[in-house]
């Protein structure tokens, strides 16, 4: 798993209700990338992504293309990879 990263990204702004999971679910697609997303009860959004560290980094850099005029805040960490973990998906 050395190759592989994770990094959890909290997005703010206006993120909820516009198809920011369900766009960020077809984004991961593009990638062999495993992680989820989840809308926050504090109307932030928590994004995980673990893969080769190049296709989380472009994993990234499209879900800011498509929302860039949506996140007003993104942190973003790193974390220790989900070893058993086989796909991206959205969280309820």
Aim: glycine share 8%; net charge positive; aromatic share 8%.
């Amino acid at each position: 798993m050395s190759n592989r990263s994770r990094v959890r990204t909290i997005y703010s702004g206006r993120v909820q209700g516009v198809g920011f999971r369900a766009t960020t679910a077809s984004i991961a697609a593009r990638y062999p990338i495993t992680g989820f997303v989840r809308n926050e009860p504090d109307g932030s959004v928590w994004c995980e992504a673990q893969g080769a560290p190049k296709d989380v980094a472009r994993f990234h850099a499209d879900v800011r293309a498509a929302f860039g005029g949506n996140i007003r805040t993104e942190a973003t960490m790193p974390i220790p990879p989900v070893l058993d973990e086989a796909e991206f998906m959205i969280q309820r």
